[in-house]
């Protein structure tokens, strides 16, 4: 659990801080976008596509379906601070 580590901090939302364990959040996102380049990596070694549900996601986000081919930008979301869903808004970690 956050801050329960040794020399640990007490957890300020305006630092970004180091993620441990996929599970330390609830919420969870992947990118269509970033999946999509990382299956791009997977087959130019020979291995098999590895599908969203893999990650254990509960969001999967994806680039405007009007957007040209190429434009995607795969990994943006690791520069995300907050995600908003409707009025909603998630501070990413």
Known sequence: MPGTFPGSRPHDPLIRRPILLSNESPILVVSRSSLNRLNEHIKASGGKA??????????????????????????????????RIGRQYFQML
Not at 50 to 75: C, H, K, M, T, W
């Open 50 to 83: 590895a599908q969203a549900e893999v990650f254990r996601a509960n969001i999967v986000v994806a680039e405007d379906l009007g957007s040209p081919p190429g434009s995607e930008q795969p990994y943006v979301e690791d520069q995300w601070r907050f995600l």
